[in-house]
T-cell receptor, first 114, second 111 residues
Framework: DSGVTQTPKHLITATGQRVTLRCSPR?????VYWYQQSLDQGLQFLIQ???????AKGNILERFSAQQFPDLHSELNLSSLELGDSALYFC?????????????FGEGSWLTVV | DAKTTQPPSMDCAEGRAANLPCNHS???????VYWYRQIHSQGPQYIIH???NNETNEMASLIITEDRKSSTLILPHATLRDTAVYYC????????????FGTGTQLKVEL
């Protein structure tokens, strides 16, 4: 158990709909990352937040947005969903230790768009 | 961040050591080598990381060459549960740097 909690674990929704994925980072971790993993693609970095502010942006579509709240949990909002958005969405959080910055991943949210 | 090169797949007999290589010839002095693995559709799992010295923990050992241009992850006694995709990632030190995953090595542990 990494300590990163994601909900829901599975979600099925229709095209055109909007969903929200939630992530609770490890206790004390200030950074939250979101990744997408489709069947035919590897792990793609979407976006990172640090202590409530956007820190880095990857290949995140304009239909997707994220935020990190004062209690450090984060939400990834996916709107106008398309079939191609079906994927595993991972959240990760990081602890800044003595040597580098170790990132721990949650178990993911399976999104199926039908 | 420096690029890494890993073999696409490897096989290992259960109980034997699995040695997974990684080339990172363009690594810079303040970049760490991290290893993660992903067991089918589960969240990537942190294994170990190092800067220049060899490292060992309860999961694995990491051997980094003196010139730091390559490294080897060693699973001393591989089990069937170690079957996974293993990712070698080089990342700049400092807070909050994202991980960029390549294609990794698919390790298959067999009886």
């Amino acid at each position: 158990d990494s300590g990163v909690t994601q909900t829901p674990k599975h979600l099925i929704t229709a095209t055109g709909q909007r969903v929200t994925l939630r992530c609770s980072p490890r206790s004390g971790d200030l950074s939250v990352y979101w990744y997408q993993q489709s069947l035919d693609q590897g792990l793609q970095f979407l976006i990172q937040y640090y202590n409530g502010e956007e820190r880095a942006k990857g290949n995140i579509l304009e239909r997707f947005s994220a935020q990190q709240f004062p209690d450090l949990h984060s939400e990834l909002n996916l709107s106008s969903l398309e079939l191609g958005d079906s994927a595993l969405y991972f959240c990760a959080s990081s602890v800044r230790g003595r040597a580098g910055n170790t990132i721990y991943f949650g178990e993911g949210s399976w999104l199926t768009v039908v | 961040d420096a690029k890494t090169t890993q073999p696409p797949s490897m096989d290992c007999a259960e109980g034997r050591a699995a040695n997974l290589p990684c080339n990172h010839s363009t690594i810079s002095g303040n970049e760490y080598v991290y290893w993660y693995r992903q067991i089918h559709s589960q969240g990537p799992q942190y294994i170990i990381h190092g800067l220049k010295n060899n490292e060992t923990n309860e999961m694995a050992s990491l051997i980094i060459t003196e010139d730091r241009k390559s490294s080897t992850l060693i699973l001393p006694h591989a089990t069937l549960r170690d079957t996974a995709v293993y990712y070698c990632i080089v990342i700049l030190t400092g807070g909050g740097n994202k991980l960029t995953f390549g294609t990794g090595t698919q390790l298959k542990v067999e009886l």
